[in-house]
């Protein structure tokens, strides 16, 4: 029976869990600002932050409650509202041993970073104030039903049987679809297919990587609510299926091309993780490396495919959240087993082919729904706020109209125009006298 009594151990691993998640967030902003042009920087990683804030306070106000609160299985109630009734008690439905506000808490940080996936799709081309928009519409009329569908007690999915231990459909399949979708109805940038676009800053995308591999021990580790055999495991699983992704990724990468890149790494270590969180605690470490390996071959190819598409799906969020979360979802029924989780369920190699049709039926259902709800949400953002950015801003750059920032200052000869420089007891005549007949450029 659920404990209706604090367990001080389970209460500090979900509270650190939580924190590791809230990590998650910056950890995205770091990823997708390295991927970018330096012009667009300051907008890509606002856009994850601005997701965080924004579901942040939806959930407080309503969307825990219609996510988690007793309603139809299609909906929660309005009993919740406001976060009324959840304190610091147990609930013994979803948070048996740790605070129920913590939990809510928990599934805050969830909610806040699915739509902080989805900007990597639309970067440098949506206005900000429309991505908000955007972010408080799709977290209120897409994720929280499918939270609800799969996580709380009396949601279709989860009354069918489905699995999904820390996200696959509800986060990494809803993000994935959800971006591509975004990106087609956006357009494309004006110079995409015309010129090479090239991240600005690579080490600042493994560094994005690393804190997300970090972090993702909280989102999978965590769901098991508790300090436990079940949390060990998923974090085993999570390191091995992050490994073998950016193994996998490397492997493939080599043998197409003879080269091993750094954001190749970056890329299929995310994959691995994102194809190992829906099965994280319920299958073995030997499995985990298999899953990561799979999802990240398969979110290569994707973005392969992707490349001769016309979708400007910028940082191929469809490919590496959408493509490996149905990789893991589908591997789930694969692997599963009542071996490592008893409250599980067996999968198809232990014998239960049943799991896997319903695994299927999840991933189907996701995709339908955000397919059918995303471009609503669209339409009526860009009756509110014209969501995409005028050719003349885009070609000046999103951080400059949008924000008036840039992300970098100095190092130029122009920086000094009009200025004489001393260099010990010389003077150094500005750039426009030495050079009187060229244009001084930054980095020149």
Same mark, same amino acid.
């Given at each position: ?74 909906? +929660?109630? %309005?009993?919740? !509202? @406001?976060?009324?009734?959840?304190? #610091? ?5 979803? $948070? =048996? *041993? /740790? ?55 009396? +949601?279709? %999915?989860?009354? !069918? @049987?489905?699995?999904?231990?820390? #996200? ?5 399949? $809803? =993000? *994935? /679809? ?267």
């Amino acid at each position: 029976m659920p404990t209706t009594t604090l367990v001080a151990g389970d209460t500090a691993w979900v509270l650190i869990s939580t924190a590791m998640v809230l990590l998650m967030v910056p950890g995205v902003a770091c990823f997708y600002g390295g991927l970018t042009r330096n012009r667009a920087v300051l907008n890509t990683m606002l856009m994850s932050f601005g997701a965080l804030a924004m579901m942040s306070v939806f959930w407080v106000l309503a969307g825990y409650s219609l996510a988690f609160s007793p309603g139809s299985s299609w909906l +929660g109630g %309005l009993a919740w !509202l @406001g976060l009324h009734g959840v304190d #610091g008690t147990p609930n013994p439905t979803y $948070s =048996a *041993g /740790v605070p129920h506000v913590l939990y809510a808490a928990y599934q805050m940080m969830f909610a806040g970073i699915t739509v902080a996936l989805i900007s990597g799709a639309v970067v440098e081309r949506m206005r900000f104030a429309a991505f908000l928009l955007f972010a408080l519409l799709w977290g209120a009329v897409v994720y929280v039903p499918l939270a609800h569908w799969v996580w709380a007690d009396g +949601g279709w %999915l989860r009354s !069918l @049987g489905a699995l999904d231990f820390a #996200g696959g459909t509800v986060v990494h399949i $809803s =993000a *994935g /679809v959800a971006a591509l979708i975004l990106a087609r109805m956006l357009g494309r940038r004006h110079d995409a297919g015309r010129v090479a676009i090239l991240p600005h800053n690579v080490p600042m995308t493994l560094l994005g990587a690393g804190v997300l591999w970090f972090g993702w021990f909280g989102f999978n580790a965590g769901s098991a609510l508790a300090a436990n055999g079940i949390a060990a495991n998923a974090a085993i699983t999570t390191h091995t299926a992050a490994a073998a992704g950016l193994l996998g990724w490397l492997a493939v990468e080599y043998v197409r091309t003879r080269h091993a890149t750094a954001v190749g790494a970056a890329t299929g270590a995310v994959a691995g993780l994102v194809a190992i969180t829906p099965a994280a605690g319920f299958v073995s470490p030997t499995a985990a490396v298999v899953i990561g390996f799979l999802g990240s071959a398969f979110a290569y190819l994707a973005i392969q495919l992707r490349a001769k598409t016309a979708v400007d799906d910028a940082l191929d969020v469809f490919a590496c959240h959408g493509v490996a979360g149905i990789v893991g979802a589908l591997a789930t029924g694969v692997f599963a087993t009542k071996v490592i989780n008893k409250d599980g369920a067996d999968g198809l190699l232990a014998g239960n082919a049943h799991l896997l049709g319903v695994q299927a039926i999840a991933v189907l259902a996701t995709i339908a729904f955000v397919a059918v709800m995303t471009p609503a949400v669209v339409v009526i953002v860009n009756a509110v706020v014209r969501i995409r950015l005028p050719l003349g801003d885009e070609l000046l750059g999103v951080d400059a109209k949008e924000h008036r920032e840039e992300a970098y200052h100095g190092g130029g000869l122009s920086e000094f125009a009009g200025q004489a420089i001393t260099l010990g007891q010389r003077v150094v005549l500005p750039a426009h006298e030495v050079y009187p007949h060229q244009a001084v450029t930054n980095g020149d």
